[in-house]
């Protein structure tokens, strides 16, 4: 055998050699492409699920949400109906007063006060005896 024909069938037995490894190494990337591309699915369906179940309890949330502002705007309601309704009783309170003083100044009886304006028998007779001193004497 000359050196000429031993580097003829070396040379084949590396050109197989790479051959057979490089199919080997496309096999390996196949393989672990495909494992990949099963991975990031199943990654991408899990994320899809997460988010769908985000997706829910963000409309709950949004139907909370909802609820509270009915309610809060309820209670903002009722809180200017008593206002309203306080300042009603103060203006019917003063309006009162104002009557049961006019009435002490023109020398009505504490009773008849009373029973007119609301006010208490001595807030009547303390009318009476500081706005019609005649009556008094």
Same mark, same amino acid.
């Given at each position: 055998m000359d050196i *000429? !024909?031993?580097?003829? %069938?070396? /040379?084949?037995?590396?050109? =197989?050699a790479r051959a057979g &490894? +490089? =199919?080997? *190494? +496309?096999?390996?990337?196949?393989f672990a492409f495909g494992r990949w591309h099963r991975s990031g699915r199943r990654d991408m369906r899990e994320l899809f699920a997460q988010l769908q179940e985000s997706r829910g309890q963000t409309h709950s949330l949004a139907e909370l949400a909802q609820q509270l502002a009915g309610q809060i705007a309820a +209670?903002?309601?009722r809180i200017e109906d008593r206002q309203q309704l306080q300042q009603a009783a103060a203006? !019917? =309170?003063?309006? @009162?007063?104002? &009557?049961?003083?006019?009435? =002490?100044?023109? @020398? *009505? #009886?504490? #009773? #008849?006060?009373? !029973?007119? %304006?609301?006010?208490?028998?001595? /807030?009547?007779?303390?009318?009476?005896?500081?706005?019609?001193? /005649?009556?008094n004497q």
């Amino acid at each position: 055998m000359d050196i *000429a !024909s031993l580097f003829e %069938t070396n /040379e084949w037995l590396f050109f =197989a050699a790479r051959a057979g &490894l +490089l =199919a080997i *190494a +496309l096999l390996i990337f196949a393989f672990a492409f495909g494992r990949w591309h099963r991975s990031g699915r199943r990654d991408m369906r899990e994320l899809f699920a997460q988010l769908q179940e985000s997706r829910g309890q963000t409309h709950s949330l949004a139907e909370l949400a909802q609820q509270l502002a009915g309610q809060i705007a309820a +209670l903002q309601n009722r809180i200017e109906d008593r206002q309203q309704l306080q300042q009603a009783a103060a203006g !019917s =309170a003063q309006r @009162g007063y104002e &009557l049961a003083l006019k009435l =002490a100044r023109h @020398g *009505a #009886d504490p #009773d #008849d006060i009373v !029973s007119a %304006t609301g006010v208490t028998r001595h /807030e009547a007779q303390l009318l009476t005896r500081l706005h019609n001193p /005649e009556r008094n004497q």
